[in-house]
């Protein structure tokens, strides 16, 4: 998983206000943070960290060479990003502050590989019920995804987390007894009923009591 650079400044100011104008002016408030360190408050341009991340090829996991005030290169993750509800562009970004020689603990995303056979031969369907798991590695062994290979599932059948083979040097976080993905029987179609026909007029002329009889309730 190749780095990818990002340039941030240091910002003096923090709140709403200094928000809106950051933003009115091309960037947005980042904060720059790490284990046994201090936060800092930066500002970054929200298109670049949008480039650098899909440029990864791992989403929130890319592995950032962050730059600040033309300073010495820092290694960071992407922890949290803010976004605009309605319009979905960046608001707030949160980076932590790697250290590349200890593991730390990370979401991946599952991929899903092969066709089921209970998909393929049995019409059944396929329930894809997890799609990421956490795992801990070391930053530089962390997989862009985690493949899960589906083929051997016939209909009642399921995949647990405990079932997932991961890469080398990576330890499962997640909890082993979590469905994955199961291959579920398709849903018995509803056969309408019929509704009771409606008799024909001779029929329903002699079923009904004459006028001025009683109809007695037998005892």
């Known amino acids: 998983m190749a780095d990818t650079a990002l340039h941030a400044q240091k910002r003096d100011k923090t709140g709403k206000g200094v928000g809106r104008k950051l933003r009115a002016a091309g960037r947005i408030p980042a904060v720059l943070y790490g284990r046994g360190t201090e936060s800092v408050p930066l500002a970054v341009e ?21 730059q600040v005030d033309g300073g010495a290169q820092t290694v960071v993750l992407v922890k949290e990003l803010q976004r ?3 319009k979905g562009t960046l608001l707030h970004a949160d980076l932590y502050r790697v250290d590349l020689s200890q593991t730390i603990e990370v979401a991946v995303p599952l991929h899903i590989v092969g066709t089921a056979q209970g998909v393929a031969l049995s019409g059944g369907i396929l329930d894809f019920a997890l799609r990421e798991i956490e795992i801990e590695c070391l930053p530089r062994a962390i997989p862009d995804q985690i493949d899960v290979d589906v083929s051997a599932l016939d209909i ?5 987390v405990r079932d997932i083979v991961l890469p080398q040097g990576v330890t499962l976080k997640s909890d082993p007894d979590l469905s994955v993905v199961s291959v579920v029987a398709p849903a018995a179609e509803e056969v309408p009923v019929a ?24 005892s």
């Open 46 to 66: 929200p298109r670049a960290l949008e480039k650098v991340l899909a440029a990864g090829h791992a989403g929130m996991n890319t592995l950032i060479d962050l």
């Open 84 to 86: 605009d509800p309605v």
């Open 156 to 160: 009642g059948e399921s995949l647990h």
């Open 195 to 218: 509704a009771p026909a409606a008799p024909v007029e001779g029929e329903a002329a002699a079923a009904a009591p004459a006028a001025g009889t009683e109809t007695k309730t037998p």
